[in-house]
């Protein structure tokens, strides 16, 4: 196969995930273009961060505008790395419309679940970055590994530790606080969407399935 029809066949494979990556950096380099300060709380609040107060008042929005700021580049690229590892696995055994409403749905979802912690403890902080969705995709990821058809389900098995040591590296290095509360429930969010809107054939353990992926 040329080399120009490989890498059209691969952009087409993870087109969600590469989508989902250029957002991420895009808003990244218009916020430096237009001189903002990422690790500034009062400048990420400006351009949509995830901040209680403001979020109870009514602008709602923030909790899906927060899934895509980062408040420095260590923090954006940790991310998109494990983004990229995880986008791999999940984008081709979900399929491209399952694997972008678990990503969304699991950064939103997060977002509430923490908010709501932090101010049912008295906390006001400003949150945002893509943690929340990116550790859906673990949880789905998860879901695929127990639940799955049983050649996909014993590959994913086998790549768990290794994913689950990025993540969370990439959490504990690449963020300046890290939101753990945001963390699991992006986990256990994932992993229960995947569970619910997996096609049926891709729940039922087919024993004497040989498949590969890739």
Known sequence: MPAQTEKQSELKQYAVTYILMAINFAVYIVMLICKVSPDDPDSMIRWGAVFSPLVLSGEWWRIITACFLH???????????VLFALGRLDE??????????????????SNIIS??????????????????????????????AFFGKSGIGGIYKKRIPLMLILVIAGSIFGEPN?????????LLIGFAIT????????????KNEDTTLC
């Open 71 to 81: 408040f420095n580049a260590t923090h954006l690229m940790s991310n998109m790395i």
């Open 92 to 109: 081709p055994a979900l399929g491209k419309g399952r694997y972008a409403v678990i990503y969304l749905l699991s950064g939103i979802l």
């Open 115 to 144: 908010m709501v912690f932090h101010v049912a403890t008295g906390q006001i902080v400003v949150s945002a970055g893509a943690s929340g969705a990116i550790y859906g995709l673990l949880g789905a990821m998860t879901c695929l």
């Open 178 to 186: 890290v939101d753990y509360i945001g963390h699991i429930s992006g």
């Open 195 to 206: 569970f619910i809107i997996m096609p049926r054939k891709q729940r039922e353990l087919e």
